[in-house]
Nanobody, 115 residues
Framework: QVQLVESGGGLVQPGGSLRLSCTAS????????MGWYRQAPGKERELVAT???????NYADSVKGRFTISRDSAKSTVYLQMNGLKAEDTAVYCC?????????WGQGTQVTVST
């Protein structure tokens, strides 16, 4: 079992920035795929970004150019730098770790973009 703990969410004005962190309770393997997903009220969960062991990244079209995902395997942590935040980015952001056939989720951190 792997526990994932997110942090860094909060309230920010439109155009602002936040950096989310997700730390795993155990070491991240080189083959693990880490990712961030989000779920807004009344909507389905959607992919935000993923990063593979070879640092290959994938982003939702809605966040390309504004969000950056990165990972520090030594710290068992994945980050999501969010710039140029918009009201439509408001959601609960959850961290995910995929390891072969297993998938682990964090509890999520709330991001609210509002004046």
């Amino acid at each position: 079992q792997v526990q994932l703990v997110e942090s860094g969410g909060g309230l920010v004005q439109p155009g602002g920035s936040l950096r989310l962190s997700c730390t795993a309770s155990r070491s991240i393997f080189s083959t693990d795929v880490m990712g961030w997903y989000r779920q807004a009220p009344g909507k389905e969960r959607e992919l935000v970004a993923t990063i593979s062991s070879i640092r290959s990244t994938n982003y939702a079209d809605s966040v390309k150019g504004r969000f950056t995902i990165s990972r520090d395997s030594a710290k068992s942590t994945v980050y999501l730098q969010m710039n140029g935040l918009k009201a439509e980015d408001t959601a609960v952001y959850c961290c995910n770790l995929r390891r072969t056939i297993d998938s682990y989720w964090g509890q999520g951190t709330q991001v609210t973009v509002s004046t």
